[in-house]
């Protein structure tokens, strides 16, 4: 012990100083705490006073992010270089903060969580945790960082998912969710403590790192970065790993799954780049694991199952979870050739996704509560009753599929552009292929997408009539991310 | 002093055991017990490897989080495959089957 004692001041230096740049963080462990106290002693009705303690909270942490003084600081390694601060992660954590401010709200709203026996009140206690999660998430440069804030995000959606438990369905997807997740972060962790033993450091980011894991033989570093690519195409369900997503989506509360479909994948991008970026030797040498192979096979891979097996899906949430594949395929484009032209295309179609994804889950949650129906086929006529729900339904799809003038359109052709501008350069034969696949499946995607309005515009419903439902605060916050969308789509330069 | 590389061996051998389990049991908390296999593997590859970095000592710090986390991640497992069972009435993953294609 005694040989260590010099260190010790510095040590403590390193994390005092890097402290201010973990404010955010900070508040949110406070906030957890604090909710966590008020939800058992003075809950309120309807859990009130957890809600909106929760939101202060998780407002203050996004305040403190958006300082000038946390922005200029930005851009280096804190506590012992476990931590990146930088702007990616800033860009990230403003993405996280709104998705998770939407999915609070929608979750006040669901008239499945208020009429639960247990109240909506522990779901609100999640809220700031994941928060906490998705932010490290984005930030992580050491093996250990990175796996704790996908355990945290992981442990968190089985409870959301098994959460209302008010149907078989419902917690058959969270018994297939927590086992498929658990395998796979089993198989990160191995992968993690493989690299560990060949190159006796846990943070990516250490030039040592690279360096020993080049001078391995080829096999038992490919295998190690494998595995963990694993844990991180659970997070994304790319397409060896989808297979969860479907049936989770169909059987999680509807406010859960547009939060699933959002959040954790953002995030999973946000280790990808990390990862893949750490691995890619600076200026040649040989490559450590052949990322542009494997993740363009993943795309194409993902982009023609997603898409072409939505087409025969009936019920709307499925539909949507194998358009999110292939979604996720069309930005696996982007990472793939992120590193040349810098993250603008990545982070703007991020952006958009969440915003679309959102929306998209929410309009069939809300259908789902006002009418019953979870099918496009008892879509039929519905356009008559529920005018400004199928609009906004209409404009988020064909946004999804990527039609101008809205931001789906700008924020594919920002990723397809970009990997045209870069195989004009290479001419590698993967990014022809990707391009070739994205444009097919994106015509793909128009047959499935407009089955919806379809059956609520041109069919006549044969049941019986359902009675007209009044806006409310939902209705406003469905309009606001459906004009963004349209707003976004005509003036892109809007995001900063 | 025992080489390392038989703590490797070791490891990869109690991953394939929980692998095969994973894949080949017909029961939720066989699966989950399988999935303790592959988590101990690492654990142990950690705990072996952390000889070379005895300073910064990574590879225990890593190994106590990581037993953390599984005891977490296996209690709200149980939880949920416990509300299967008041469901379904079996927890063979096989037969739990109201949700595909």
């Known amino acids: 012990m005694s040989e260590m004692l010099p260190y010790i001041a510095g040590l403590l230096r390193d994390v005092l100083s890097g402290i201010p740049h973990l404010m955010p963080e900070l508040i949110l462990a406070c906030t957890f705490i604090v909710v966590i106290l008020t939800d058992l002693f003075f809950k309120g009705k309807d859990s009130a006073a957890t809600f909106w303690l929760c939101l ?37 954590k403003q993405i996280f903060y709104f998705v998770i401010l939407f999915f609070a709200v929608f979750v006040k709203f669901s008239p499945q969580f208020r009429k639960h026996s247990k109240g909506a009140g522990d ?26 804030s996908v355990e945290m995000i992981s442990i968190a959606s089985y409870l959301m998912v098994g ?19 658990s395998a796979c972060s089993a198989m990160m962790l191995y992968g993690m403590s493989l690299l560990y033993a060949f190159t006796g450091t846990l943070n990516v980011a250490e030039p040592q790192f690279l360096q020993r894991l080049s001078q391995m033989p080829s096999l038992a570093g490919n295998v190690a970065v494998g595995l ?9 369900s790319f397409v060896p790993l989808h297979f969860w997503s479907p049936d989770v989506y169909e059987g999680a509360p509807t406010t859960v799954t547009a939060f699933l479909s959002t959040g954790p994948k953002i995030a999973g991008f946000a280790i990808l780049v990390r990862f893949t970026e750490s691995l890619s030797p600076q200026g040649g040498g040989m490559p450590v694991f052949d990322f542009q192979g ?39 484009m982007a990472v793939i050739v992120h590193s040349q032209q810098g993250l603008k295309p990545l982070l703007f179609y991020l952006l958009i996704y969440a915003i679309m994804n959102m929306a998209a889950f929410i309009l069939a949650g809300r259908i789902e509560d006002q009418t019953g129906a979870v099918s496009i086929r ?16 209409v404009v988020i799809l064909i946004s999804l599929t990527g039609l101008p003038p809205l931001a789906g359109f700008m924020a594919k052709f920002l990723v397809f552009s970009s990997v045209l501008e870069n ?3 290479t001419h590698s034969g993967w990014l022809l292929a990707l391009l070739i696949t994205a444009a097919v499946t994106t015509v793909v995607s128009l047959f499935y997408y407009f089955k919806v309005p379809l059956n609520a515009f041109l069919r006549q419903s044969e049941g019986k009539p359902v009675a007209p439902v009044k806006p409310d605060f939902l209705s406003v916050i469905i309009l606001i991310l459906t004009s963004l969308l349209l707003l976004w789509g005509i003036f892109p330069g809007l995001i900063a | 002093m025992i080489p390392l590389s038989h703590f490797m061996i070791i490891s990869a051998a109690l991953f394939c055991i929980g692998l095969y389990a994973v894949l080949s049991k017909r029961s939720a908390i066989m699966i989950l017990i399988g999935i303790e296999f592959m988590l101990n593997a690492a654990i142990l590859n950690f705990v072996a490897f952390s000889r070379y970095d005895k300073f910064a000592a990574g590879g225990q710090t890593f190994a106590l989080f990581a037993i953390v986390l599984a005891a977490a991640a296996v209690a709200v497992a149980l939880a949920i495959i416990l509300n299967v069972y008041g469901y379904y009435k079996t927890i063979d993953p096989t037969q739990i089957d109201q949700l595909r294609d």
Not at chain 1, 58 to 68: D, G, N, R, Y
Not at chain 1, 163 to 181: I, P
């Open chain 1, 56 to 92: 202060t909270g998780l407002t203050a942490s996004f305040a403190v992010t958006l300082l000038p003084s946390h922005q200029s600081q930005s851009g280096h390694l804190i506590f012992g270089n476990t931590l990146f601060a930088d702007r990616l992660s800033i860009v990230f």
């Open chain 1, 123 to 148: 779901l609100y206690i999640l809220l700031p945790v994941i928060l906490l999660g998705l932010n490290l998430m984005s930030m992580a440069s050491s093996l250990l960082l990175i796996y704790l």
């Open chain 1, 163 to 181: 959460y209302v438990s008010g149907t078989s369905r419902q917690t058959e997807a969270a018994m297939k969710y927590v086992l498929f997740g």
């Open chain 1, 228 to 236: 963990v690519l694993v844990g991180i195409g659970f997070k994304l």
């Open chain 1, 294 to 332: 494997v993740l363009s096979a993943v795309a194409i891979l993902s982009m023609l199952a997603g898409n072409f097996t939505a087409v025969w899906q009936d019920n709307i949430k499925r539909m949507l979870a194998y358009s999110s594949i292939g979604h996720t395929g069309f930005i696996l």
């Open chain 1, 378 to 393: 008892e879509y039929k006529g519905l356009g008559r009753y529920m005018k400004l729900e199928m609009v906004c339904f």
């Open chain 1, 423 to 425: 195989y004009s350069v």
